[in-house]
């Protein structure tokens, strides 16, 4: 599983949350992570995925889960910051 995430774009915590929204094996959130990367709406939904599951982790009153992925969220903005429409 190393293999793949030294492999991929994101990190541990992105692939993850991908994973956690879409319910779907590590493995194939990867897969998944590296087609999303490739346009700028695929950017937008990787963006929504990690809101939407600290809205989640927010409403069910897990504050950690909410700060980790707070934390990946700030990474995702600076390493694939939203793309800007002109």
Do not use: F
Not at 3 to 27: F, Q, S
Not at 61 to 67: K, M, P, Y
């Amino acid at each position: 599983m190393q293999d793949l995430i030294d492999y991929c774009d994101l990190d541990r915590g992105e692939i993850e949350a991908i994973a956690e929204h879409e319910h779907l094996p590590m493995a194939i959130a990867a897969e998944l992570s590296e087609m999303l990367l490739c346009t700028p709406d695929g950017v937008c939904q990787l963006h929504a995925m990690i809101i939407e599951n600290m809205q989640h982790a927010l409403e069910a009153g897990q504050n950690q889960r909410v700060l980790d992925l707070m934390q990946t969220y700030e990474h995702l903005q600076r390493t694939h910051p939203l793309p800007t429409r002109h």
